[in-house]
């Protein structure tokens, strides 16, 4: 069974956690309980879950110092670069990048009046990417 060390990112904030459910499956649990849009989520693959949850343990000792809540952690570069270091040292595993998120609903149509709204044209003009996100990279 695959295990999936992912971090989410939300606003200036990251949560590094372990899931075997499909990764948007997590998203979705993940969205329901964070008042921020997760934009972005980058995971990695490990077959072993015992060393699934060892480079997860590892990555939160090493950030802690940024915690804010749970496994919620405050982003910048020194967290990024401490969380290559783990992946680095634990092996080479592959990273899997899914961006631009939008709260998970953006196949959802909202009825307004007699038209409708195309929810994820109304997040887009409201929310602003980052063009030049280094994160992991």
Known sequence: ??????????DNFIKI???????????????????LPITGVHYWIVNNRRQSFLIEKEIHKKI???NTFGEWFIKNDNVIREIN????YYG???????????H?????????GTGSVN?????????????????LE
């Open 64 to 66: 802690s110092r940024y």
């Open 104 to 112: 998970g609903i953006c196949h959802r149509t909202i009825h307004k």
């Open 119 to 135: 929810i994820l044209h109304e997040i887009n003009k409201c929310v602003k990417y980052k063009t030049h996100d280094k994160l």
């Open 17 to 35: 956690g372990v899931t075997q459910l499909d990764i948007n499956d997590r998203i979705k649990a993940v969205q329901t309980g964070c008042p």
């Open 85 to 88: 270091q783990v992946f680095e």
């Open 1 to 10: 069974m695959q295990h999936k060390v992912y971090m989410m990112k939300a």
């Open 92 to 102: 080479d595993f592959e990273c899997t990048k899914i961006e631009n998120l939008t």
